[in-house]
């Protein structure tokens, strides 16, 4: 009898520790390949993540393209309407989705750039503002530093700033990177090399002023 209390007290754990394991499995989120799928068969929702998963960093890009929240904004709007359009003729085995949107972003960030025939003025986003609880001495040397910082990036020539952007502020590999811009991986090395260089030196150069 005891021994059949004890099978009983074993299997009611067992029991319960399954439930306890597989109620509290999170459900594996969709590839970016299956919701572009479902996207371009209408579903709504799919599209809605994707956009959520990616507008952030396509938004951030192209900001630091062109040194405008408001034309970033613009830019961002327009690489998603694109992706709309061309859900039926994207194929995943071409690429990640992720360099496929940094691509179109690069393309709609130089086309804006070249209608405003300069170089518009770097603001900063709202989100990054100093808070009222910060020390505002240090937040207002934080938003100097982060202002310069964006200036001599935008100073530099569009092909040394995309792949900066891309590799040291959106943390793409030179894979990546070479399949977001269309160009050799030794190519975009050889950018990234220079344009380290060139912000190092612009950065002592203006520290010097």
């Not at 099978?7 to 594996?28: D, H, M, Q, W």
């Not at 371009?40 to 630091?64: C, D, K, P, Q, T």
């Amino acid at each position: 009898m005891e021994r059949s209390f004890a099978r009983i007290g074993n299997f009611r754990r067992t029991a319960v520790n399954y439930l306890l394991v597989t109620s509290t499995e999170p459900e594996p989120s969709p590839s970016d390949g299956e919701l572009i799928a479902s996207a371009a068969a209408g579903e709504r929702e799919a599209f809605v993540a994707i956009y959520e998963r990616h507008h952030a960093g396509i938004f951030r890009f192209a900001r630091s393209m062109t040194g405008s929240t408001a034309l970033a904004e613009d830019v961002t709007q327009d690489v998603f309407v694109a992706l709309i359009r061309e859900l039926k003729r994207y194929d995943p085995e071409l690429g990640a989705l992720r360099t496929y949107l940094y691509a179109i972003a690069r393309n709609v960030s130089r086309h804006r750039l070249r209608q405003q025939r300069r170089f518009v003025g770097i603001d900063v986003a709202p989100g990054k503002e100093p808070r009222a609880t910060d020390d505002p001495a240090r937040a207002a040397m934080q938003s100097q530093v982060v202002t310069r910082v964006r200036g001599l990036i935008k100073g530099l020539s569009s092909r040394y700033r995309e792949v900066l952007i891309l590799c040291d502020l959106q943390g793409l590999s030179y894979e990546e990177a070479s399949a977001a811009l269309s160009t050799p991986i030794g190519t975009v090395r050889s950018r990234l090399h220079r344009a380290r260089k060139q912000l190092a030196d612009r950065l002592v150069r203006s520290g010097r002023g």
